[in-house]
T-cell receptor, first 116, second 111 residues
Framework: NAGVTQTPKFQVLKTGQSMTLQCAQD?????MSWYRQDPGMGLRLIHY???????DQGEVPNGYNVSRSTTEDFPLRLLSAAPSQTSVYFC???????????????FGEGSWLTVV | TQLLEQSPQFLSIQEGENLTVYCNSS?????LQWYRQEPGEGPVLLVT?????EVKKLKRLTFQFGDARKDSSLHITAAQTGDTGLYLC???????????FGTGTRLQVTL
C-alpha cells in the first residue's frame, strides 16, 4: 500500500546543476501535482497533470519542467538549480482533477532540496 | 492570485486547553479543506467543507465554513499532545486543479 512515493528524500545541489525529483503513485489516479513548501508561505503549486500526456503550469512554474508519459509517474526536473529553489517539494495525486468533497488528495512524504 | 491568511501563525498551549484557528480570504471558494502536517511528512486531509455555514465535527475537532464561503475556522476542544502539528487550510475555486493553500498555523501542545 505505497500511495505516493517520492525520491530522493534529501538532496544537495550546486548552483547550475540539474536533477530530477521522482514521483510515483500506485492508486491509478488521473491527477498529479507538484508543490513547494517554504516557511510562512504554505504550499504553492508548481505544475500539475490531469492525465497521461497532459501537463500545465501552476503558480510558480519557472525553473521547473514536468512530463507525464504514464499514469503512475510524474517527475519534476530542475534544469539549472538556483538557491531560490531551496525548498521542500511535495508530490500529490487524486482520483480526479475536480477537487470536490469526497475526492481526497494524497501527498508524498516530501523531498528536501538544498541548492548551494 | 487568491490569498488565504491563517491566524495565528504559531500557537503554544497546554494539554486540555481549547483553541481556534482561522482561515480568511477575500475570495469565494466552492469548498475548503483542512490538512494536518507532521514533521517530515506530507499534509494529510482532515475534512472538506462545501456548503456556506456548514459545520463538521471530527472527534474533538470542529470545522466551520463561513456563510459567504470566504473563511473557515478550526476549533479544537481539550487539546492533546497528539494534536501538535502544522494545520493548513486550502481553498478550491471549482476550476480544475486549482487548490490554494493557506500560510499555515503551527500548533504545539505540551503536557
Amino acid at each position: 500500500n505505497a500511495g505516493v512515493t517520492q525520491t530522493p528524500k534529501f538532496q544537495v545541489l550546486k548552483t547550475g546543476q540539474s536533477m530530477t525529483l521522482q514521483c510515483a503513485q500506485d492508486m491509478n489516479h488521473e491527477y498529479m501535482s507538484w508543490y513547494r513548501q517554504d516557511p510562512g508561505m504554505g504550499l504553492r503549486l508548481i505544475h500539475y497533470s490531469v492525465g497521461a500526456g497532459i501537463t500545465d503550469q501552476g503558480e510558480v512554474p519557472n525553473g521547473y519542467n514536468v512530463s507525464r508519459s504514464t499514469t503512475e509517474d510524474f517527475p519534476l526536473r530542475l534544469l539549472s538549480a538556483a538557491p531560490s529553489q531551496t525548498s521542500v517539494y511535495f508530490c500529490a495525486s487524486s482520483y480526479s482533477a475536480f477537487l470536490s468533497s469526497g475526492n481526497t488528495i494524497y501527498f508524498g512524504e516530501g523531498s528536501w532540496l538544498t541548492v548551494v | 492570485t487568491q490569498l488565504l491568511e491563517q491566524s495565528p501563525q504559531f500557537l503554544s498551549i497546554q494539554e486540555g486547553e481549547n483553541l481556534t484557528v482561522y482561515c480568511n480570504s477575500s475570495s469565494v471558494f466552492s469548498s475548503l479543506q483542512w490538512y494536518r502536517q507532521e514533521p517530515g511528512e506530507g499534509p494529510v486531509l482532515l475534512v472538506t467543507v462545501v456548503t456556506g455555514g456548514e459545520v463538521k465535527k471530527l472527534k474533538r475537532l470542529t470545522f466551520q465554513f463561513g456563510d459567504a464561503r470566504k473563511d473557515s475556522s478550526l476549533h479544537i476542544t481539550a487539546a492533546q499532545t497528539g494534536d501538535t502539528g502544522l494545520y493548513l487550510c486550502a481553498g478550491y475555486t471549482g476550476t480544475a486543479s486549482k487548490l490554494t493553500f493557506g500560510t499555515g498555523t503551527r500548533l504545539q501542545v505540551t503536557l
